[in-house]
């Protein structure tokens, strides 16, 4: 089981930087995937970013590629997620969510673990 915590959210001005974090707990975060997903009101829960367990490969929303960075810190059991150039439509409560043994996916389905989330607002 994996119980996680998400950090780093708030109110930035456009074309600003934020860093989230998450925090987890459980002998199987070193062998899960990682997900960021957020939801803005009134919209679906959607793909952010996704790391597989060794850190070796990410994967990226079309939205947020060349802008956001995943990572992860095996040995601090933290994810990451570095948001650069942040535009308003990015506003949004973003969740971390892990995947044990699984690939790194970008579907809600194959997450079993979530955190509680974090706002994340960008004004214009």
């Known amino acids: 089981q994996v119980q996680l915590v998400e950090s780093g959210g708030g109110l930035v001005q456009a074309g600003g930087s934020l860093r989230l974090s998450c925090a987890a707990s459980?002998?199987?975060?070193?062998?899960?995937?990682m997900g960021w997903f957020r939801q803005a009101p009134g919209k679906e829960r959607e793909f952010v970013a996704a790391?597989?367990?060794?850190?070796?490969?990410?994967y990226y929303s079309d939205s947020v590629e060349g802008r956001f960075t995943i990572s992860r810190d095996n040995a601090e059991n933290t994810v990451y997620l570095q948001m650069n150039s942040l535009k308003p439509e990015d506003t949004a409560v973003y969740y971390c969510?892990?995947?044990?043994w699984g690939p790194g996916a970008s579907e809600i389905h194959e997450y079993n673990y979530w955190g509680q989330g974090t706002q994340v607002t960008v004004s214009s």
């Open positions: 969510a892990a995947d044990p």
């Open positions: 459980g002998r199987s975060f070193s062998v899960s995937a």
């Open positions: 790391i597989s367990w060794s850190g070796g490969a990410t």
